[in-house]
């Protein structure tokens, strides 16, 4: 059974940094592209940032790029989603997904599993 548990929400002031975690089980993050989307209240899910499968590329979403930073540790089966200079606008859950497809990876609909979601709330 596949698992992604996300951890290291909280509340934070503009300007401040938090650290995700998503920990997959049941899984080989090695043979999965691995995401990280958003979905702020009454919004659709936003693209964040990615690993290709087998870790072989990054992409990041245009209001990522330059703050937020991946990283995984396969033998930990773990990625992690470092997040600086923090907006209110970044405010949304924040969740981990597994692709078995290594294109469209910023479509949600490319991801096969999908984690419960961390909160993350960034006040001005």
């Known amino acids: 059974q596949v698992h992604l548990q996300e951890s290291g929400g909280g509340s934070v002031q503009a300007g401040g940094s938090l650290r995700l975690s998503c920990v997959a089980s049941?899984?080989?993050?090695?043979?999965?592209?691995m995401g990280w989307f958003r979905q702020a209240a009454g919004k659709e899910y936003e693209f964040v940032a990615a690993?290709?499968?087998?870790?072989?590329?990054?992409h990041y979403a245009d209001s990522a790029t330059g703050r937020f930073t991946l990283s995984r540790d396969n033998t930990k089966n773990t990625v992690w989603l470092q997040m600086n200079n923090l907006e209110p606008e970044d405010t949304a859950t924040y969740y981990c997904?597994?692709?078995?497809?290594?294109?469209?990876?910023?479509?949600?609909?490319?991801?096969?599993?999908w984690g419960q979601g961390t909160q993350v709330t960034v006040s001005p």
């Open positions: 997904a597994a692709s078995l497809i290594n294109w469209t990876l910023e479509s949600d609909r490319s991801y096969n599993y």
């Open positions: 690993f290709s499968r087998s870790g072989g590329g990054t």
């Open positions: 049941g899984l080989a993050i090695t043979e999965y592209a």
